[in-house]
């Protein structure tokens, strides 16, 4: 099987080469990113693609070709390499091994036609047990063919400006394979649903930019990153930060943004933010848990669901990485389970009707409000 190898640090092409060499892969292509040529990125005999960058937002129009014209998998962002005969470089390669491997099954094993292009990235936490490694960025999607979008339902006829505080926030957690399911689940959902979303990826903090780039390319909504202070606004997406814990405040919805890391084995915590916002909003938040590795979100399941919130997860047969969403079912708090496409257009169902029965407005200027006694703001 061929693999092909792109890096802008010279040494890390050789080092990168001689671990795919070691797990008995064939390294096809072993160049930096002005070198590699169109032919090869489409290259249909190349099995996925190993991206190794120092400087991204210099590359930023080849990463924009490959998201858009490769069909085939990419390990996205290794960090620091260790020197080949190093001590370090064992343990390295251990987890190198594994996220290949599974990358390349993931490949072979699952179709997902709409899932064009899976953009990994992968960092965990220093020390922490190769038996629980954490997958920092999994799939991203193609941008070549796009879903349609849901209509906005006909009882939101006065939808609430963006910018106004968003009466339904709602928890997003993934990691491997998260970002491609989490693109499909946002490209369909229509403008002007009065919802926000808080979006908590296991993910390298270097390759923020990317996940909120490639998100954002064909959403009708507004990716941000939490702010210190902010509220989650209707129509944007908050993206949890990977270094710093949040607070939600249970009074306003506001988000806090700690200067102090998360504690257990992932980063972000997505049970955490599950709690934060199951106690901040109660039955006006939910959650939906992409594909993703490691048993993180099963104890926020229950706090979401103790605080009258539902708790959905992604169909196993069409995750990249079941286990995330297999914990939470076996806690037996999900209620509904559904491709990207069928969780977008659940949740529409039931913002819609949530809408409808607490929407005012008012006959002389036409301002809406929102009269819910669940809406604690």
């Given at each position: ?5 792109v890096?802008?640090?010279?040494l890390?092409?050789?080092?990168l080469g001689k671990a ?8 096809a292509v ?11 990125i489409t290259?249909e005999?190349?099995?996925a ?6 400087d991204?937002?210099k ?8 998201l ?7 390990l996205f962002?290794?960090g620091?390499?260790?020197p080949?005969n190093?001590d370090?470089?064992v343990?390295w390669q ?22 064009k292009v899976?953009?990994l990235s992968?960092s965990?936490?220093?020390e922490?047990a190769?038996?629980?490694v ?5 799939e991203l ?5 796009q879903?349609?979008?849901i209509?906005?339902p006909?009882?939101i006829?006065?939808?609430?400006p963006?910018g ?17 399911a989490?693109k499909?689940f946002l490209?369909v ?5 009065p919802v926000g ?7 390298d903090?270097n390759f ?7 998100l ?6 507004d990716m941000?990153?939490c702010?210190?202070?902010?509220k989650?606004?209707v129509g ?8 710093h814990?949040?607070?939600c405040?249970?009074?306003e919805?506001?988000i806090?943004?700690?200067?102090r ?10 049970s ?5 916002f ?10 939906i ?18 605080s009258?919130?539902?708790?959905w ?6 995750c990249a ?6 914990s ?17 257009e ?6 819609a ?16 409000s929102?009269d819910d006694?669940?809406?604690?703001f």
């Amino acid at each position: 099987m061929k693999i092909g190898i792109v890096s802008d640090k010279p040494l890390h092409t050789n080092t990168l080469g001689k671990a795919v060499e070691e797990i008995g892969l064939v390294v096809a292509v072993n160049t930096s990113p002005d070198r590699v040529s169109d032919d090869e990125i489409t290259d249909e005999t190349i099995a996925a693609w190993i991206i190794d960058l120092a400087d991204e937002d210099k590359w930023s129009d080849f990463l924009d070709q490959v998201l858009d014209t490769t069909t085939v998998p990419i390990l996205f962002g290794e960090g620091e390499v260790p020197p080949f005969n190093s001590d370090e470089f064992v343990r390295w390669q251990k987890r190198f091994n594994k996220k290949v491997r599974s990358l390349l099954t993931t490949s072979e094993t699952i179709v997902i036609p709409e899932l064009k292009v899976p953009l990994l990235s992968s960092s965990v936490k220093e020390e922490q047990a190769e038996s629980n490694v954490s997958q920092k960025t999994p799939e991203l999607m193609s941008t070549e063919s796009q879903a349609q979008k849901i209509s906005l339902p006909a009882n939101i006829t006065k939808p609430l400006p963006k910018g106004t505080p968003a009466p339904y926030v709602w928890v997003l957690g993934a990691s491997l394979g998260g970002p491609g399911a989490v693109k499909r689940f946002l490209d369909v959902l229509p403008e002007g649903l009065p919802v926000g979303f808080v979006y908590a990826q296991h993910i390298d903090n270097n390759f923020l930019p990317v996940l909120n780039q490639v998100l954002g390319r064909h959403s009708a909504f507004d990716m941000k990153h939490c702010g210190h202070k902010k509220k989650v606004a209707v129509g944007e997406v908050h993206i949890v930060p990977v270094n710093h814990q949040i607070q939600c405040t249970k009074e306003e919805g506001v988000i806090f943004v700690h200067n102090r890391p998360w504690q257990g084995l992932y980063s972000p915590s997505i049970s955490h933010v599950m709690k934060e916002f199951a106690l901040c909003y109660g039955p006006d938040t939910g959650s939906i848990i992409f594909s993703g590795m490691g048993d993180d979100a099963s104890d926020g399941a229950n706090a979401m669901t103790d605080s009258g919130a539902q708790v959905w997860v992604q169909t196993l047969s069409t995750c990249a990485s079941a286990s995330m969403p297999e914990s939470v079912l076996g806690t037996g708090r999900s209620s509904f389970q559904g491709t990207p496409e069928e969780l977008a257009e659940k949740l529409v169902q039931v913002i819609a009707s949530r809408y409808q029965d607490a929407v005012i407005v008012d006959e002389h200027t036409g301002d809406v409000s929102i009269d819910d006694p669940i809406y604690p703001f």
